[in-house]
């Protein structure tokens, strides 16, 4: 099993509409999330960060975290093509262990918005 | 604050040559890292200093070598390149006291 999955993509919304990104996790212990866009041709940025269950919400994007069923979604509320992007999900274990710090990237969802 | 900044850019070598990418942060951050970045493969981690004076290998890291030549700087040495090496490097920089971790533009290298 992969130690990370997300949504197969690609996955394609039309303008104004939510885009639902998922990610699923096999380490139990993980601590932090977070969800990176990346734009075609350029390096990965962090746009959300996830500690606890529950919903975190900033602007238009919302990261859900249960650590229970391991699963970290995003969604992103009135779609823009200025959206269209590879949105990368990754995790960190708790601190304390010799991984502390160092991240696992799941492969990406590659979403388009559609005028 | 520029953040991560690395050099060059773009890179074309044959096999066998080697090369530096170089790797600066100004934000004062004590972890730094090396990924890789392929089609189908995401990104994987080659090399990593979790503070000044320290290296440990990541996923990937035959073939490569590293320094961490001060708090600011993190380069990735290719002694002998290969056509597997051809890649996109991406350095990123973490402050102690968070998980998040903060990307350079990244270096576009092809081995011929």
């Known amino acids: 099993q992969k130690e990370v999955e997300q949504n197969s993509g690609p996955l394609s919304v039309p303008e104004g509409a939510i885009a639902s990104l998922n990610c699923t996790y096999s380490?139990?212990?993980?601590?932090?999330f977070f969800w990176y866009r990346q734009y075609s041709g350029k390096s990965p940025e962090l746009i959300m960060s996830?500690?606890?269950?529950g919903d975190k919400e900033d602007g238009r994007f919302t990261a859900q975290l249960n650590k229970a069923s391991q699963y970290v979604s995003l969604l992103i509320r009135d779609s823009q093509p200025s959206d269209s992007a590879t949105y990368l999900c990754a995790f960190s274990p708790p601190a304390g262990g010799t991984s502390y710090g160092k991240l696992t990237f799941g492969q990406g969802t590659i979403l388009t918005v559609h005028p | 604050n520029a953040g991560v900044t690395q050099t060059p850019k773009f890179q074309v070598l044959k096999t066998g040559q080697s090369m530096t990418l170089q790797c600066a942060q100004d934000?004062?951050?004590?972890?730094m890292y090396w990924y890789r970045q392929d089609p189908g493969m995401g990104l994987r981690l080659i090399y990593y200093?979790?503070?000044?004076?320290?290296?440990d290998k990541g996923e990937v890291p035959n073939g490569y070598n590293v320094s961490r030549l001060n708090k600011r700087e993190f380069s990735l040495r290719l002694e002998s390149a290969a056509p597997s090496q051809t890649s996109v490097y991406f350095c990123?920089?973490?402050?102690?006291?968070?998980?998040?971790?903060?990307f350079g533009p990244g270096t576009r290298l092809t081995v011929l």
């Open positions: 990123a920089s973490r402050q102690s006291s968070y998980n998040e971790q903060f």
């Open positions: 934000m004062n951050h004590n972890s």
């Open positions: 200093s979790a503070s000044e004076g320290t290296t």
């Open positions: 380490d139990r212990v993980s601590q932090s």
């Open positions: 996830i500690y606890s269950n």
